[in-house]
């Protein structure tokens, strides 16, 4: 993830949505109906309770294939879209729930200290 660091207190600030997700290949289908540059996404394992996920009505087995209209491919993109400036910040988070294009409005909250 990429860090902010507040200079007051040398506190790291990361932001997250709460969601475990892996990399998966986009069905071809999926691809050329919607003419989508990638052949990535990252698929949706679980959804933390009561996370900005939950609250965006983000579910399991969704794929998110974009935040912010910058196409995902993969966790690693996706933790590098989240950076301390998103925290509280309404974003859209692009997914396939089956076949249908969906967009979601998803505010990253701040990931607690752990």
Same mark, same amino acid.
């Given at each position: 993830m990429n860090d902010i660091v507040d200079s007051r207190w040398k506190k790291i600030r990361r932001s997250y949505i709460g969601v475990a997700g892996q990399n998966?290949? =986009?069905h071809r289908r999926i691809v050329s109906l919607y003419n989508w540059p990638l052949e990535t996404g990252v698929l949706v394992v679980s959804v933390e309770k009561d996370s900005p996920a939950q609250r965006a009505g983000l579910r399991e087995g969704d794929l998110i294939i974009a935040f912010n209209e910058q196409p995902i491919g993969s966790i690693h993109e996706l933790h590098k879209m989240l950076m301390g400036e998103q925290i509280g910040v309404?974003?859209? =988070? =692009? &997914? &396939?729930?089956?076949t249908e294009k969906l967009v979601l409005a998803i505010t990253p909250a701040e990931s607690p200290s752990r």
């Open positions: 998966v290949p =986009l309404e974003a859209k =988070l =692009l &997914i &396939i729930r089956h």
